[in-house]
C-alpha cells in the first residue's frame, strides 16, 4: 500500500500520462486509472464506419432492386388492364410509347397510359397489339413475354421480364 501511494507524487507530477482517463483514487488514497484511451476509440469508430458503409451499401441496393420491381408491377399491371379491355369491349387494342411523354400509351383512349420515365427506347417495340381474345402481338408474331430495359436515375441498366 505504502508503494501504491508513493507513486502518486510521482504520476502527478509527469505530464506525459496525459490521456483520455480519468484519474481517481480508491478509499485507500492510490491512484486508479478509468476510460478509455485515445487507441481504443479510434478503433471503435473505424469499425462502426466499415459496419455503416456496408449497411448503406446493402440499403441503396435494396433501394434500387425496389425501384425495378415497383416499375416491372406497373408496366405489368398497364398490359393486364389493356388485355382485360380488349376482351371486356371485342375490339383490338393498339400500345405505343410516346418518347416525348416518356409512357406507354393507348392512342385509342385517353384514360389508358403509362408514364414509366425508366425505360430505355431500344429495348421498347414500335408497336403492340393486342387482339380482341386478348392476345399480344408484336410485328405480327404472337408473343408471351416482352424483355425490357430499365435505367436508374444512377446509369444503370436492368432486364426485367413482363409476362403478357
Known sequence: MLICCSKISQIKSDKSHLRLHR??????GCYKKSGFTIIEILIVVLIIGILS????????GAVQDTRYKS?????????????????LRKQNIKIIYNQNAKSLVNPESTTSFLKVPELCIDSIPK?????????FSINGKEKHKLDLSLTS?????ATITILL
Open 23 to 28: 484519474h481517481r483514487y480508491n478509499n485507500n
Open 53 to 60: 458503409s456496408a449497411a448503406i451499401g446493402s440499403y441503396s
Open 71 to 87: 416499375a416491372q408491377d406497373r408496366i405489368q399491371t398497364f398490359f393486364q388492364s389493356c388485355k382485360d379491355r380488349a376482351r
Open 127 to 135: 408497336l403492340i397489339e393486342i387482339d380482341k381474345d386478348g392476345r
Open 153 to 157: 436515375p444512377n446509369g444503370k441498366t
